[in-house]
């Protein structure tokens, strides 16, 4: 460009322009020219460049007298840095803009307003720096943003606010620890028309997860009206989680949604804003369907991949978006790069373990996989900030971007509010420090000076706990781990730790276990929600009080079976999607009925036994006219997963299946509620073999099954005629006892003489070193174990491989 124009349209910017738009408005440019073609909405608008922000500060002498300012600058000297920072900003906002700046901002203020066919338009005026969203330096919210801005004078003065924010506190401070000089950044401000999500709803949107790096799925969140809530943490949002392989090939892949409270909202007010609450119905209901949710992670992906192919290497992005509840439709406003896994090394792996452990003090969302100590330190307001001490634990109600002086020497942060793309939750992720957010009560709960261990290594829930608990880091250097013929794969519990997991080098999932996700999602027994009419209009008041229980915990759910549908397949999901497309095998549900009776409502429904291993689980519970209904609704579970979200690589398992009869019977039940090989070719269905009769009979159940699951823990019990959950006769049980060793050989040779699966998921491969030897000796299609036991056992079974190959 020969001239150095006050203004640009976003049509003529592109991210070339970074000098002179900074690198959100950059951003900007390129969508609204690049993405519009391809459907992505971008409201339009201008940006004032750095050359305008330059010529004003010449204009008005503003230089030197801001950089007399920063002469003795100490940004550890809370008091010192605010006092500085204020003067200022102060400086700069009384200076009035020269009137060639004034002339080609109102033109183009004029313009926008026409061709939206109003007179002084509502605009969102938003600062953007030459340097932000850079590899590990985001300057996550360092400048400022103002909603709902009208008219020619307030435009002026809210630019003028923009450009004063340079020199917030936190982003004086941010700059110095990044090592950029003060002088030589300057800003720029994007003027955009406004979306009125005052009337609907906003939020942001990853295109990775955001705790793991994990860079299959997109993670969305939103609140009711103007996006500022979420970006700053002042609202704990929903969330949605996509799958983007298969929102590509048009299914509805939605594996998470989880309600966030939706406290409060922004809305207009005037020419300015204001908080207000939410009516409680709407809190209740999600801010946005499905059918929006999948159109929200198509864009997403679009614009990942255009600017992957811009940046030449894969960019994940970050995205603000809004929906406007006047027209009803949806509008990305802001993409920005992902700062944070962009520039991680997946071949190096840390993985935090918790040595010991008590009763949570709180707990909520976890950002990040670590563990820290640290005393508390509760800080209500901003302007106590002074009082943090390196090393502690910050514990707020949120956290904005003036925080950010402390935050950066905090040990681990716990907020109230906020969800895992608030800005206490992106600044800690950056930083490298655990945080917990969205506890609802940590600044109640949690006392100044108190210790405590701050743990985000337990996947998506993190929780704190009094005093200085133990933990260890490994490291696993994934570019070394060996190639195996054998498969192995992994046992998956609870589904938070599929992604913290899939960075593994296995060929699936062995074993995914239902109770987790029932016990830890659903909390209710299955019947409780069916006979929910039932007992809220009961004579009983424990069936009344327990069906009110019920009601709170399935807000939202008139239908309460199809709450425990839903739940039960977001948690399948979410370990399909990870290890997609390699064969995840879930297993319905084997609870016992002691364990059932641990469920909400769960002492209406189950029998008491006395030896409840031995007793109604399993295959039994399935046909069981008492129990076939629920059983129906895992089949649902599974068949929507494998069907509207597209998962075909999910395999079901029936677990302790005693009799030919039983395997019969449960195949013909989950036919009859739409999960059958006669509906579905592609479907198969495996059994786990953990019965002396499943050995004995396994050429028979092949004839109903497509493979078998070895489960070494109920095989030796019931092969060696034990209770395993006896401390008397616990040193009789071996998995390397020859019985049990001749049993697994016999299944293994059966199962690839009929070329049918057969694995392993118990944990004898990875305790006994000799045990994993002869498996593989014996010829084991896959071995599955905990996370933890991969890597030891992949490279134990790739020097048995090589043994027996010479």
């Known amino acids: 460009m020969s001239q150095k124009p006050f203004v640009l349209w976003f049509k003529d910017i592109n991210l070339r322009d970074v000098s002179i738009v900074g690198g959100k408005n950059a951003s900007l440019g390129e969508m609204y020219t690049g993405l519009n073609s391809h459907g992505?909405?971008?409201?339009?608008?201008?940006?004032?460049?750095?050359?305008a922000y330059n010529h004003f500060l010449e204009q008005g002498g503003l230089i030197k007298k801001i950089k007399d300012l920063l002469v003795g600058l100490d940004t550890k000297d809370i008091k010192n840095l605010q006092k500085r920072g204020a003067a200022i900003r102060q400086l700069i906002i009384d200076t009035p803009f020269p009137e060639e700046i004034n002339k080609e901002i109102k033109i183009a203020y004029r313009e926008l307003s026409k061709s939206y066919n109003q007179t002084n338009t509502d605009v969102a005026v938003r600062s953007s720096a030459t340097a932000e969203d850079l590899p590990g330096a985001s300057f996550a919210g360092q400048q400022e943003t103002y909603l709902n801005v009208s008219g020619e004078e307030h435009l002026?003065?809210?630019?003028?606010?923009?450009?004063?924010?340079?020199?917030?506190?936190?982003?004086?401070?941010?700059?110095?620890?990044?090592?950029?000089?003060?002088?030589?950044?300057?800003?720029?401000?994007?003027?955009?028309?406004?979306?009125?999500s005052d009337l609907a709803a906003s939020g942001v949107m990853f295109t990775i997860d955001t705790e793991t790096?994990?860079?299959?799925?997109?993670?969305?969140?939103?609140?009711?009206?103007?996006?500022?809530?979420?970006?700053?943490?002042?609202?704990?949002?929903?969330?949605?989680?996509?799958?983007?392989?298969?929102?590509?090939?048009?299914?509805s892949a939605i594996i998470g949604k989880k309600l966030g409270t939706k406290e409060t909202k922004m809305i207009y007010s005037g020419d300015s804003t204001k908080i207000v609450s939410v009516k409680k119905d709407e809190r209740v209901k999600y801010c946005l369907t499905d059918k929006e949710i999948i159109k929200l992670s198509k864009w997403g992906m679009i614009i990942e991949d255009y600017f992957s192919k811009k940046y030449k290497r894969v960019q994940p992005m970050d995205i603000e978006w809004a929906k406007d509840g006047k027209s009803g439709e949806l509008f990305i406003v802001q993409a920005r790069p992902e700062t944070v896994y962009s520039i991680t090394?997946?071949?190096?792996?840390?993985?935090?373990?918790?040595?010991?452990k008590g009763i949570p003090l709180v707990s909520g969302a976890a950002v990040g996989a670590k563990i820290a100590s640290g005393k508390v330190r509760v800080i209500n307001d901003v302007k106590d900030i002074g009082q943090f001490?390196?090393?502690?634990?910050?514990?707020?109600?949120?956290?904005?971007?003036?925080?950010?002086?402390?935050?950066?020497?905090?040990?681990?942060?716990?907020?109230?509010?906020?969800?895992?793309?608030?800005?206490?939750?992106?600044?800690?992720?950056?930083?490298?420090?655990?945080?917990?957010?969205?506890?609802?009560?940590?600044?109640?709960?949690?006392?100044?000076?108190?210790?405590?261990?701050?743990?985000?290594?337990?996947?998506?829930?993190g929780a704190v706990y009094a005093g200085h608990k133990r933990f260890k880091v490994e490291e696993h250097h994934l570019d070394h781990i060996p190639k195996t013929k054998t498969k192995i794969m992994v046992n998956i519990g609870a589904p938070e730790e599929a992604f913290r997991n899939y960075f593994l080098p296995v060929q699936g999932v062995g074993l995914g276990r239902l109770e987790f996700i029932i016990s830890s999602h659903i909390q209710?027994?299955?019947?409780?929600?069916?006979?929910?009419?039932?007992?809220?209009?009961?004579?009983?008041?424990?069936?009344?009080?327990?069906?009110?229980?019920?009601?709170?915990?399935?807000?939202?759910?008139?239908?309460k079976k199809q709450y425990y549908v839903d739940r039960l397949a977001e948690g399948v999901a979410k370990i399909a999607a990870t290890f997609y497309?390699?064969?995840?095998?879930?297993?319905?549900?084997?609870?016992?009925?002691?364990?059932?009776?641990?469920?909400?409502?769960?002492?209406?429904?189950?029998?008491?036994?006395?030896?409840?291993?031995?007793?109604?689980?399993?295959?039994?519970?399935?046909?069981?006219?008492?129990?076939?209904?629920?059983?129906?609704?895992?089949?649902?579970?599974?068949?929507?997963?494998?069907e509207k979200l597209g998962l075909k690589n999910l395999v079901p398992m029936i677990p302790f299946c005693r009799t030919i009869d039983e395997g019969r019977e449960v195949v013909s039940i989950m036919e009859s509620y739409g999960l059958g090989r006669k509906l579905d070719r592609t479907l198969k269905i495996y059994m786990m073999c953990e019965i002396p009769s499943n050995v004995i009979l396994a050429e028979e159940f092949l004839k109903i099954f497509d493979g078998m699951s070895i489960g070494t823990n109920?095989?030796?019990?019931?092969?060696?005629?034990?209770?395993?959950?006896?401390?008397?006769?616990?040193?009789?049980?071996?998995?390397?006892?020859?019985?049990?060793?001749?049993?697994?050989?016999?299944?293994?040779?059966?199962?690839?003489?009929?070329?049918?699966?057969?694995?392993?998921?118990?944990?004898?491969?990875?305790?006994?070193p000799d045990f994993a030897e002869f498996l593989v000796k014996e010829g084991i299609g896959s071995i599955s174990l905990n996370p933890d036991t991969i890597i030891k056992t992949l490279i134990m079974v790739a020097k048995e491989e090589k043994r027996l190959k010479r």
């Open 581 to 642: 497309p390699h064969e995840v095998i879930i297993r319905f549900s084997d609870f016992k009925t002691n364990e059932y009776r641990t469920l909400l409502g769960g002492e209406l429904y189950e029998p008491n036994e006395e030896n409840p291993m031995m007793g109604w689980r399993g295959a039994s519970r399935y046909y069981d006219p008492a129990f076939k209904e629920a059983f129906g609704l895992e089949c649902l579970a599974i068949k929507k997963v494998r």
């Open 156 to 196: 002026y003065k809210s630019v003028r606010k923009c450009f004063a924010s340079l020199f917030t506190d936190r982003a004086i401070s941010y700059r110095v620890d990044k090592g950029f000089a003060n002088m030589k950044i300057a800003l720029s401000v994007a003027v955009q028309k406004m979306a009125r």
């Open 40 to 51: 992505v909405k971008v409201p339009n608008g201008f940006v004032v460049t750095t050359y």
């Open 524 to 559: 209710v027994h299955p019947k409780a929600l069916m006979e929910f009419s039932k007992n809220i209009k009961s004579k009983d008041p424990r069936r009344r009080a327990i069906a009110k229980k019920v009601e709170k915990l399935t807000v939202g759910y008139a239908d």
């Open 389 to 461: 001490k390196k090393g502690e634990v910050l514990v707020t109600d949120n956290t904005d971007p003036d925080w950010e002086p402390i935050m950066k020497i905090a040990s681990a942060i716990v907020t109230d509010l906020g969800g895992r793309t608030s800005h206490a939750a992106i600044v800690s992720r950056e930083l490298g420090i655990p945080a917990i957010v969205g506890t609802g009560n940590a600044t109640k709960r949690l006392k100044t000076g108190q210790l405590v261990t701050v743990d985000c290594s337990g996947g998506g829930s």
């Open 714 to 768: 109920d095989l030796t019990q019931l092969t060696l005629g034990l209770d395993r959950d006896s401390a008397v006769v616990t040193h009789v049980s071996n998995e390397k006892d020859k019985a049990v060793m001749q049993s697994v050989a016999k299944v293994i040779q059966i199962c690839r003489k009929h070329k049918k699966y057969a694995g392993i998921c118990g944990q004898a491969p990875s305790d006994y």
């Open 345 to 356: 090394d997946e071949k190096v792996y840390r993985e935090y373990k918790l040595l010991e």
């Open 213 to 251: 790096g994990f860079h299959k799925v997109l993670v969305i969140n939103g609140a009711y009206g103007l996006g500022e809530m979420v970006v700053q943490g002042k609202v704990t949002p929903d969330e949605y989680i996509t799958f983007k392989p298969l929102v590509a090939k048009g299914f």
